[in-house]
C-alpha cells in the first residue's frame, strides 16, 4: 500500500495516482479506495493533512476528481473543508470564506501543520509562506516587520 508504506515504499503522490485512474475507471474502485483511507489502516493525522495537501495541489491544477473528493470530504473533515476553501479561493469563489470558517469550526486551530502566522497567531486563507525561507507562515508584511527581529534568524539559516 503506498498510502501507508506497507510493503512499499511510502508514496502520497502514488497513491493518489491509483486513486485517480480508480475514479476514472469505476465508483466501486474509488468507493473502496476511500472507504480504506477513512476506516484508518494505519493513517494518522499527518498522513491525512499530506493527502489532503496532494488533492489540494492536483485540485488547483484541475484534478475533478481531487476537487469532487474535497467538496465531497469538506461537510465532515476541518483538513478537507481548509484545502477545499484554499481551492475556491483560487478560483476566486466567494465561497472560499463559508469553507474556511466550517474548518474552523470543526476544530482547524487545534490541528497539527496548519498556517497559523508566526507574528499574531491568525489562522486565515491569507497567510503565507515567507518568501525568503519558506518555512514560517505570516499574514503579510506587519506581521513579518513585526517578527523580524526573531524571524531572521532562523530565516538566514535556510
Known amino acids: ?5 506497507h510493503g ?3 508514496s502520497h503522490e502514488t497513491a493518489l495516482e491509483f486513486y485517480l485512474r480508480a475514479a476514472d475507471k469505476t465508483s466501486m474502485y474509488r468507493d473502496s479506495f476511500i472507504e480504506c483511507y ?3 489502516c494505519g493513517i494518522d493525522a499527518a498522513n491525512d493533512i499530506k493527502l489532503y495537501r496532494v488533492l489540494d495541489r492536483k485540485a488547483r491544477g484541475g484534478c475533478r476528481h481531487a476537487r469532487e473528493y474535497l467538496r465531497e470530504k469538506a461537510s465532515t473533515n476541518a483538513q478537507a473543508a481548509y484545502r477545499f476553501s484554499r481551492y475556491l479561493r483560487s478560483q476566486g469563489d466567494v465561497l472560499a470564506q463559508e469553507y474556511f470558517d466550517r474548518a474552523r469550526n ?4 487545534n490541528l497539527r501543520n496548519f498556517p497559523i502566522c508566526a ?3 491568525n489562522v486565515g486563507l491569507d497567510v503565507s509562506l515567507c518568501g525568503r525561507c519558506r518555512r514560517k507562515y505570516f499574514c503579510g508584511p506587519a506581521c ?4 523580524w527581529q526573531v524571524h531572521r534568524h532562523e530565516c538566514s539559516r535556510s
Open 8 to 10: 512499499v515504499e511510502q
Open 38 to 40: 477513512i476506516a484508518g
Open 119 to 121: 507574528s499574531c497567531g
Open 106 to 109: 470543526m476544530g482547524l486551530d
Open 144 to 147: 513579518i516587520q513585526k517578527a
Open 1 to 5: 500500500c503506498y498510502l501507508i508504506g
